[in-house]
């Protein structure tokens, strides 16, 4: 028995292995559009006047990252990372705005120490008090006539100072 080999079973050909195909997901176009308006939101939103624009880009941007973190959750989509980031760059460009916005009417306005409301209340008031001395001659002198302001006679066409 020393020279016996044993009969080898016939080797059956196996088929070839087929790829498994999986369904690639593909990158999610609402976070890529996202990022866009946020980051445009982020860059413009530092200068004023045109912040009011980022701030729009800003809301376009939190909606479109929205759309794109729920397409990923659901596992429709990749990039839930790209989704964030618009939503962070799009939340960030309408805070700066705001913060922008407030810094601006405060150099502005904050220098009298009033805000506008005030300050237009303040101005129409005067605007009023003149009107009320006008219509009661007490500043202002009529030609040929001499105006009594219950203090001092005047016959000028000038204002009649008080004694």
């Keep these: 028995m020393s020279g016996y080999i044993a009969p080898q079973q016939p080797i059956q050909p ?8 999986q369904e690639e997901k593909g990158l999610t176009v609402f976070g ?11 860059v ?34 990749r990039g839930k990372a790209l989704a964030i ?3 962070v760059l799009s ?11 407030s ?3 405060k150099a502005i306005y904050g220098r009298s120490g009033m805000s506008s409301s ?5 101005g129409s008031a005067k605007k009023q008090q003149k009107g009320e001395q006008a219509r009661d001659g007490g500043l202002e002198s009529r030609p040929g006539k001499g105006v009594s302001s219950g203090r001092r006679h005047c016959r000028s066409y000038t204002w009649c100072a008080p004694d």
């Design 103 to 105: 810094a601006a009417s």
């Design 85 to 87: 980031v618009a939503a």
């Design 32 to 42: 890529i559009v996202g990022v866009v308006f946020g980051a445009l939101g982020f």
């Design 44 to 77: 413009l939103s530092f200068i004023p006047i045109i912040n009011n624009i980022a701030a729009i880009f800003g809301f376009i941007g939190v909606i479109l990252a929205i759309v794109a973190l729920v397409g990923t959750f659901r596992g429709k989509k």
């Design 118 to 122: 005030q300050s237009s209340a303040r």
């Design 14 to 21: 196996q088929p070839p292995l087929q790829p498994v195909y």
């Design 91 to 101: 939340v960030l460009a309408i805070v700066i705005t705001l913060a922008m916005q």
